[in-house]
Each structure stands twice: as structure tokens, then as C-alpha cells.
């Protein structure tokens, strides 16, 4: 079992930066791929990035690439999300996510944390 809390949400001007975390509880969490998701208003919840268990590999959907960095460490069993070069339309409640090798799927979730970008 996993139990994930993110912080790190606010309000920020276009331009600007925010660094979400997620910290996670459970024994198994170095062995479990880290996602980002982000849900804005009125729209379904998307993928944001994703970084496999020893931070190896990462991924991100092309509406982040070249602005968000996901990154981790395992011994503090944190996962972070870099925001950079923020936009109006980066504004959503963004949740992390674990994904257990043996499912494949993302199974765990946070609560979510909003991030709202003034133009």
C-alpha cells in the first residue's frame, strides 16, 4: 500500500516557476514508476510526465516537454515536478501517481494540489 501527498501548488504569473513534491509512505515506493497527472475545469484528467523506478527514464506529454522536469529520490521517497516557463493554461489541480511494476498500472493517487497560472 501507498499513501502519496502532494504540496507545492499556488498562484503564479505567467512566466514563472512553481516545484511540486509528492511524498509517499510505503516500503515498495523505489520500485514504483512516478507519474504526473494534471485535470484542468471542465476537462478529463491528462498524463504529465513519468520517471521509472532509478530515475533512468522520464517522460513527458508535448504540452510540458522543454518547460517540466520530473524527478526523484528514492531514499526520501519524494517525487518532484519542476514547472517552469508556466502558462494560463498549465492552471489544473495536479495529482501524482504510482504505478507498481506488477500491475503496470497506476494504482495510487494523491488528494491533488491546484496550480492556477495568471495571464
Known amino acids: 500500500q501507498v499513501q502519496l501527498v502532494e504540496s507545492g501548488g499556488g498562484l503564479v504569473q505567467a512566466g514563472g516557476s512553481l516545484r511540486l513534491s509528492c511524498a509517499a509512505s510505503g516500503r515498495t515506493f523505489s520500485s514504483y514508476t512516478m507519474g504526473w497527472f494534471r485535470q484542468a475545469p471542465g476537462k478529463e484528467r491528462e498524463f504529465v510526465a513519468r520517471?521509472?523506478?532509478?530515475?533512468?527514464?522520464?517522460y513527458y506529454a508535448d504540452s510540458v516537454k522543454g518547460r517540466f522536469t520530473i524527478s526523484r529520490h528514492n531514499a526520501k521517497k519524494t517525487v518532484y515536478l519542476q514547472m517552469d516557463s508556466l502558462k494560463a493554461e498549465d492552471t489544473a489541480v495536479y495529482y501524482c501517481?504510482?504505478?507498481?511494476?506488477?500491475?503496470?498500472?497506476?494504482?495510487?493517487w494523491g488528494q491533488g494540489t491546484q496550480v492556477t497560472v495568471s495571464s
Open positions: 501517481a504510482a504505478r507498481p511494476p506488477v500491475t503496470g498500472t497506476y494504482d495510487y
Open positions: 520517471i521509472n523506478w532509478n530515475t533512468s527514464y522520464t
